[in-house]
């Protein structure tokens, strides 16, 4: 029986760690390698193993839709944010087009204030061309012998000549810089407003197409936004899938029971509710991930190894029995994190009085959900997280992280930040940093309870 249940498991771990493995940025995932490595050590009734296999055959399909919707998601942001630098061009091109215009209609204006003045020219020039040609046709009237006589001597007479010859050129003169004055202004006015008239078509298509713009930006949000939805909608699904694999192994966790130990807990230590259910999705996926090793291959420290039996021994386990964290695969270094808050021993001990006082359970149980959130709410208040500043959350969850070495999890100043995560893939490319992460899921929190 036993080598059956051996078989059995080997089998089942194998089945699950593989696909796991190849998705270990998915939360759910995470949870099925710890759960995986928990089903090693007990016999699983052939009714918990198909009904393991069928929430992991649905999670693989819906997980495959997620990211299909998340890469769709981002082209289609892709997109938008062409149609946006796009609507610019054209508002520029818009823009520019009707200042052009303003100085033409402002060109127009000078050229019609340049043909008033012209007329009054004209009208001058007509006043003084009527006094030449009545001159002249006096002269060229007056008989030859009036004009010898009245002239006095010869000199005076060709004077007279040259007086009439005169008035023909100054006659000839006028009439020819009135005509030219008129042709050129009214040269002038054509082209304006035929430039004006091109200006206005292009400034009009440039409208419709920025109309057309607009109509696709306003598409592609809309489109975005039930990418978004569908996100949401099958992020919920996996939820449900990973609660029904979850109880399948009797281990499920109420998410309206953990909400209610964050919202505590969050009072209790002044920090935000939505930045406490961020950190307890990262940290042990909603109360989920709470270690599949026992003391021996967790590789705990020695010093970690006495806290540990103390803490067990005050609370009545058997130490030999009572799971913690495994060591991890990414990065060197021991397990032995306890329950919901992945609290070393040691670090458990030093707030023991902290939380027993808050949560009002002496000796507190990091195994237990009030406990274990009121521990991680402790430390995270004590690290920062109470000014409720979203840099100050960052660190103090890195600090959670890594201690001392918490910039190698978080940036370094709070300009590198987003002011908001909302509507991202957390575990996607785009984060960079587990402070991005934190605050990532803080934003989104609602889609994963």
């Known amino acids: 029986m036993k080598k059956t249940a ?29 759960a995986a490595a928990d089903a090693t050590t007990s016999t699983l009734t052939p009714e918990q193993q198909q009904a393991i296999q069928d929430a992991t055959d649905a999670a693989k399909k819906v997980q495959s839709e997620l990211d299909k919707a998340q890469k769709a998601k981002a082209k289609l942001e892709a997109s938008l944010g062409q149609i946006k630098q796009s609507v610019g061009i054209t508002q520029k091109k818009i823009s520019t087009t009707k200042a052009v215009i303003t100085d033409t209609v402002t060109n127009i204006s000078r050229k019609e204030q340049e043909i008033n003045n012209l007329n009054d020219q004209i009208a001058l020039q007509q006043e003084m061309l009527k006094n030449f040609i009545q001159q002249a046709y006096y002269i060229q009237n007056k008989p030859i012998l009036s004009v010898v006589l009245s002239a006095g001597n010869f000199s005076d007479l060709l004077s007279g000549a040259e007086h009439l010859s005169t008035l023909d050129e100054k006659i000839v003169g006028i009439i020819a810089d009135i005509n030219s004055k008129k042709v050129q ?166 707030y023991k009085s902290t939380i027993a006082s808050l949560s009002g359970h002496n000796p507190p149980d990091p195994w237990n959900l009030v406990d274990g959130v009121v521990a991680m709410a402790s430390k995270l208040s004590n690290d920062g ?12 969850y890195c600090v959670y992280l890594a201690g001392g070495n918490w910039g190698s999890y978080c940036y370094g100043s709070a300009s590198k930040y987003k002011s908001d995560y909302s509507d991202v893939n957390c575990s996607g490319s785009s984060i960079h940093n587990y402070g991005e992460k934190v605050l990532c899921l803080k934003d989104n929190y609602d889609k994963y309870y």
């Open 385 to 396: 997280a109470d000014s409720k500043k979203r840099f100050d959350e960052a660190k103090s």
């Open 185 to 350: 202004v009214d040269q002038d006015k054509v082209q304006l407003a035929e430039a004006k008239q091109q200006h206005e078509k292009v400034l009009s298509a440039t409208v419709v197409q920025q109309q057309g713009l607009l109509a696709d930006q306003s598409q592609v949000q809309s489109d975005i936004q039930d990418k978004a939805k569908t996100i949401a909608q099958l992020q919920g699904e996996l939820d449900k899938l990973q609660s029904q694999y979850s109880a399948a192994l009797g281990k499920s966790i109420s998410t309206n029971d953990i909400v209610a130990a964050a919202k505590f807990a969050a009072g209790a230590t002044n920090i935000n509710k939505s930045f406490l259910l961020g950190v307890l999705v990262q940290e042990s996926n909603k109360g989920q991930n709470v270690g599949g090793c026992n003391y021996k291959t967790s590789r705990m420290p020695a010093a970690q190894l006495t806290a540990f039996k103390t803490i067990t021994k005050e609370l009545g386990y058997d130490y030999t029995k009572q799971k913690v964290s495994c060591p991890s695969n990414a990065y060197k270094g021991t397990g032995g994190a306890m329950g919901v808050p992945q609290f070393m021993p040691t670090t458990w001990l030093g």
């Open 6 to 34: 051996k078989k059995i498991a080997f089998i089942l771990v194998w089945a699950l760690v593989v696909p796991v493995f190849l998705a270990s940025q998915i939360s759910f995932w995470k949870t099925a390698t710890v």
